[in-house]
């Protein structure tokens, strides 16, 4: 961004917030965020609690971005199609945790989880195919889980399933190239999250031609302009996606995915459904298979009901302190 902040102004307009989700995600059932009122609206610092300060200087170098400035890009969209977002729950548990995001014709399904096997990754693919029906689009993200010999065995194993794509099946950029190349014929697609997200160098996965789709997420990548800015020069579709944010988190998605030239694929930003409570008055659920763009205010009652006990409020704020050094540079 042009310049940034100062320090006293962004603490000034910061709240901090721990948010109860329905289910448990990523191995935590609270999300925490520092939503901050800024300039030009409202805007969030959500980086995962263990991510060093870092690779958490980037979000707030998005959440900074958001909060002081539009972006320069115009938006050519004003809605956004997205998918329902599968955790590992229990097979009884899905058509439940599906009715969460209401008429979504595309799920994610979080696959090769610590603690599962292949056979509850089938078990609960079936299960979703079968509440979907014929006509539903589902991809699998495995947040580089197996080895290349394990994933492609699990794609083989899933694809009667007929999946759209298998997101960051593998670790690495010469994995996802290697499976890439393997499973080309059975026509399931490669995208790269993880690769593009947590990587020195976002674009090598495109330049090894690892991946089909780039799965891209405003916070970890500083923000709406250097995402788009990503996608031109990747020259690969891109699929917007949520960190499980806030609804004022998932407002700096939508406005990413309002402005990408082209969007063929549904995004993942549907999660405000997995939060059992929200930091505005009307939360960002996804209504009809899609999701509104503009921005959004966050409920001062909203803020007061969810703020975060003292000892987690200033270890935020001294986590946004260490983070602002860093890029003050
Ligand atoms: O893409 C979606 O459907 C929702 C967002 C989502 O899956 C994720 C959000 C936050 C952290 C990640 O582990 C996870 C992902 O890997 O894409
Ligand atoms: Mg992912």
Not at 150 to 168: C, G, I, K, M, N
Not at 200 to 205: F, S
Not at 297 to 321: F, I
């Amino acid at each position: 961004m042009d310049a940034l902040p100062e320090l006293d102004d962004v603490l000034s307009r910061a709240h901090v917030v721990s948010v109860p989700l329905v289910t448990p995600f990523r191995g935590v059932d609270r999300r925490e965020a520092v939503l901050l009122d800024g300039p030009a609206g409202w805007s969030e610092f959500s980086p995962f609690v263990e991510y060093d300060d870092a690779e958490a200087s980037t979000w707030l170098a998005a959440a900074l971005d958001f909060g002081w400035r539009d972006s320069g890009a115009p938006a050519v969209r004003e809605s956004i199609p997205v998918n329902a977002t599968l955790p590992a729950v229990p097979l009884d548990r899905i058509a439940h945790t599906l009715s969460l995001f209401g008429d979504c014709r595309t799920v994610k399904i979080k696959v090769g989880e610590p603690g599962e096997t292949l056979a509850d990754d089938v078990a609960r693919v079936g299960e979703t195919r079968r509440l979907l029906g014929p006509a539903g689009r589902i991809r699998l993200d495995a947040n580089g889980a197996w080895t290349v010999d394990e994933a492609e065995h699990a794609v083989r194993a899933l694809e009667q399933f007929d999946l759209e794509y298998v997101e960051q099946p593998c670790a690495s950029v010469p994995e996802l190239a290697e499976l890439r190349r393997r499973i080309h014929r059975i026509d399931v697609l490669v995208a790269a999250d993880e690769s593009v997200r947590k990587a020195a160098d976002p674009l090598a996965v495109a330049r090894a031609e690892a991946a089909d789709l780039l799965v891209i997420k405003a916070a970890p990548l500083g923000g709406i302009d250097r995402a788009l800015a990503l996608v031109a020069e990747a020259g690969l579709p891109a699929v917007v996606s949520s960190a499980l944010d806030t609804s004022i988190g998932l407002a700096m998605g939508a406005e990413l995915a309002a402005r990408l030239p082209a969007l063929d694929f549904d995004c993942g930003l549907g999660t405000a459904a997995l939060l059992a409570d929200d930091v505005v008055a009307a939360p960002l659920r996804p209504v009809d298979g899609a999701i509104a763009v503009g921005r959004i205010a966050a409920d001062r009652d909203a803020l007061g009901r969810l703020a975060a006990d003292p000892e987690r409020t200033a270890a935020w704020r001294e986590r946004l302190t260490r983070c602002h050094a860093l890029l003050a540079g």
